[in-house]
């Protein structure tokens, strides 16, 4: 895969200290597999340098160590993630995870996502980067860039139309509209609806049936899932600098991130 995103939205945060790091993200490890929780509740997991560092660590860990057979990515009880905290930017992509050190990642440990409330906008491509996505009714998946004069940049342009109908992703880029559980399940999106709640649990248990399977057969299996896609996402990559390039600079999205700011609807110039 390509480098991820030489175009940048944001400028360069200030490094972030340990305790900001460990603020945003749990870890735990049972048996074989470690589930991974964001922790920024109170921002709806929006997704800064500091999570973004603590994600990356996260998921080289879940790689790195040979004890480990398959990982859980949740937001807790209530959230998943609301992709990028929109004052502040995520930080730079991460060289071996890309943005949010997760979405442009070669994975060779399997990785459930377990979704309760909102995956919206980078949070949602954050669930298209998983293998299985577990969700609770509660959950909802949508990609409202367009409402902000900004394009969907990590992963949904070529990941959408691939996970699900491209009409309905067609849909939600352009709209930003969201779908719910119960559509995300229906079109294929989602492989496991579960009660309010249940969304980690039900994952956790998906983690450890793959982590009693061969190791060496999962990791095969995966590398060549990933294999068949790698030229497409790179291109995917590709195109989608292409299209930041085209609104970084463009007056729509100054004003659609002013207005979101500012808790007001935007006033698009078209320029």
């Not at 560092?53 to 480990?68: C, G, K, N, V």
């Not at 004003?255 to 808790?263: M, Q, R």
Request: hydrophobic letters at 45%; one cysteine or more; aromatic letters at 4%.
């Amino acid at each position: 895969m390509t480098a991820q995103q030489p175009v940048r939205l944001w400028p360069d945060p200030p490094a972030p200290t340990e305790d900001e790091i460990a603020a945003r993200v749990r870890t735990e490890r049972r048996g074989h597999v470690l589930a991974v929780s964001m922790t920024r509740a109170d921002k709806r997991n929006a997704i800064d340098l500091p999570m973004t560092t603590a994600l990356d660590r996260a998921l080289d860990s879940l790689d790195d160590d040979p004890e480990l057979r398959c990982g859980v990515l949740t937001g807790g009880p209530d959230v998943f993630c609301a992709g990028t905290d929109i004052a502040v930017g995520p930080g730079a992509p991460t060289p071996r995870g890309g943005n949010y050190g997760v979405v442009a990642r070669q994975r060779t440990t399997p990785l459930v996502a377990a979704v309760e409330g909102i995956a919206f906008g980078g949070g949602f491509e954050i669930v298209l980067a998983c293998d299985v996505v577990v969700a609770s009714r509660t959950a909802r998946f949508g990609l409202p860039e367009v409402g902000l004069g900004l394009v969907a940049n990590c992963g949904a342009l070529f990941r959408g139309p691939r996970a699900l109908p491209p009409t309905v992703a067609r849909r939600m880029l352009l709209t930003g509209d969201p779908i719910s559980a119960e559509r995300a399940y229906e079109l294929g999106l989602v492989t496991d609806l579960v009660e309010p709640g249940e969304a980690q649990e039900r994952a956790l248990e998906l983690a450890e049936r793959v982590a009693a399977r061969s190791p060496v057969a999962v990791r095969a299996t995966l590398a060549a899932l990933d294999a068949a896609l790698r030229d497409a996402d790179a291109q995917g990559w590709a195109d989608t600098d292409a299209a930041v390039a085209q609104v970084i600079d463009s007056e729509d999205r100054v004003e659609g991130v002013s207005a979101f700011l500012a808790k007001r609807a935007p006033v698009f110039p078209g320029r």
